[in-house]
């Protein structure tokens, strides 16, 4: 995803309300128009939708902002990291000591 775009939940999310909303205001203008009650789930979901979008953007934006950081160093997250080869014992030990953790765990003999 490009820096500063939205994460998928947040999409999810804003496109959910948009469409309960929409049928919520049919659903009451139709039903009562008088009294607009969707107005109050409007309000109320919208605030959980705004505190989504902000912290979605917010996220996005510090993860851009790292990554700009990572370029202007010229290093990535991942160099400072030791190859796997590095870090595997050698075949020859590792076959050694799984072959002492099943001998403990033989069967005792009658």
Known sequence: MPPGFPPKGFLIH?????????GLAVLNI?????????????VLWGLGVAGHGFLAYRRTKREADA???VKKIGQTK?????ARSQ??????KRRR???SRNSS??????
Do not use: G, Q, Y
């Open 97 to 99: 000591a799984s072959t």
């Open 30 to 42: 139709a039903r009562d128009p008088e009294h607009p009650w969707f107005l109050w789930v409007l």
């Open 78 to 82: 991942t160099a400072s990291k030791p």
């Open 14 to 22: 804003l496109t959910i309300f948009a469409v309960v909303m929409l």
């Open 105 to 110: 765990r033989s069967r005792p003999k009658p």
């Open 87 to 92: 870090t595997r014992k050698p075949a020859a």
């Open 67 to 69: 990554a700009i950081a």
